[in-house]
């Protein structure tokens, strides 16, 4: 079976070169055609411009305006080994909104570090939120090295205090690099100007960064998010969100446990033998009756709760108050709930533990625990990332502690 393209986060402080990283490794993975490479760069010559890789982000930004079906937050690339999807991050509350709407399927993360400038407070943020949301591999890329002579210990004095960071958020470092994403420096091999370095490339990291776990062996989660009731037989719809589905198995709906038989699956109006994680289905049943909206098939007993704990980020100005009326969103899962307790809460710009208050403020992070109306069904081997909505508005995202 082919492999998902395994998503990336790149994440870190405004200006310590994230673009000029994701240019350079598009540049490496062979995903910019010859000829708009020779295009920017020509450009830049007529403008009197030195050359970065950072434009090749500008230059797609122009592209999408054009009509074409470019992302520039969701960036696809290829190394010799598998598929990428790049997941942009390019400011504080932009990358909340990418995180919701974008790496639900995120494996692992980039920290970018300028390393003149070091740890800054949108660094610490994003890698506080980079553990709120459970992407817990990361690779921390100190970069910029060009400007201080690719000195070891200017490397050595920033990689204790980012790993220092990363530990005590519980984060796992796959590794510590140091880059020149401008000159393409330790992008795709090993520099030369850096002979002190022994590890691999940004490049060859991220190919050793293996998936959590391999698609097949991966419980299913299949949400109902639509039916059809009106055709013959009800025409159901639905994301495969992990695992993979097959035609003519039987399998459990959650959260009461019915037992139904899949036919007639099809992805665009194909019919198909089995859809893996991503895909979008159509299918009919045999079996329990019919199904709702919100109801999840599965090959596996999934965990099942009405109360849970869970670490949510504020993305309202007005905040959280805990008598509001919010809803629980997870795939297609909708419950109303209740604040039974909030913890603590967290300052994100310095990281600080504050006491539990009435009101959750904007930004803030808070461990809560909630009552459900009803039972909602999670995810078995990672953790469920979820959103709050409060008449139809999203005001809070979190990932499910306990």
């Known amino acids: 079976m082919q492999k998902s393209p395994f998503h990336i986060v790149i994440t870190g402080h405004i200006d310590h070169g994230k673009s000029s990283l994701i240019g350079s490794l598009l540049v490496a993975g062979n995903s910019v055609p010859e000829s708009k490479l020779t295009e920017v760069k020509l450009e830049c010559e007529t403008l009197g411009k030195p050359f970065e890789f950072a434009y090749l982000l500008d230059y797609l930004a122009e592209e999408r305006s054009k009509g074409i079906t470019i992302d520039t937050t969701q960036i696809p690339f290829k190394s010799s080994q598998r598929e990428y999807m790049i997941i942009d991050a390019p400011g504080h509350k932009e990358f909340i909104k990418n995180m919701i709407t974008g790496a639900a399927e995120a494996e692992a993360a980039i920290l970018i570090v300028d390393v003149e400038r070091g740890l800054e407070e949108q660094t610490k943020r994003h890698a506080f939120v980079l553990s709120l949301l459970g992407i817990n591999r990361v690779i921390v890329v100190i ?26 958020l519980g984060l796992e470092i796959v590794a510590t690099i140091p880059v020149s994403a401008r000159e393409s420096q330790n992008i795709n091999t090993v520099s030369e100007k850096m002979p002190w370095f022994q590890g691999k490339a940004v490049l060859d990291t991220l190919d050793l960064v293996a998936s959590k776990t391999e698609l097949a062996d991966r419980p299913l989660v299949l949400p109902i998010q639509d039916f059809y009731a009106f055709l013959p037989e009800p025409l159901y719809v639905g994301r495969v969100e992990a695992g993979l589905v097959k035609k003519g198995l039987a399998y459990q709906v959650l959260p009461e446990g019915k037992k139904v038989k ?52 504020c993305m309202t100005e007005e905040g959280l108050n805990p008598d509001g009326n919010y809803t629980l969103s997870l795939f297609t899962q909708k419950s109303a709930f209740q604040f039974k307790k909030i913890n603590y809460r967290v300052d994100t710009s310095s990281l600080q533990r504050l006491p539990a208050d009435d009101t959750i403020k904007h930004t803030e992070l808070a461990n809560v625990s909630l009552n459900l109306a009803n039972k909602i069904v999670l995810e078995e081997d990672r953790a469920s990332r979820f959103t709050i909505e409060k008449e139809g508005e999203i005001v809070a995202f979190g990932i499910i502690s306990n």
Do not use: T, W
């Not at 910029?144 to 960071?165: A, C, T, W």
């Not at 109801?295 to 109360?307: F, T």
């Open 262 to 313: 899949l036919k007639n699956l099809k992805v665009f109006e194909k019919e198909i033998d089995s859809a893996k994680q991503g895909e979008n289905v159509a299918f009919e049943i045999e079996g329990d009756g019919k199904l709702q909206r919100g109801e999840i098939i599965s090959d596996r007993d999934l965990p099942v709760a009405k109360e849970l704990n869970a670490n949510i980020f």
């Open 143 to 168: 970069n910029k090295m060009d400007l201080v002579d690719y000195g070891e210990q200017s490397f050595e004095r920033l990689r204790e205090s980012s790993e220092n960071l990363c530990h005590e």
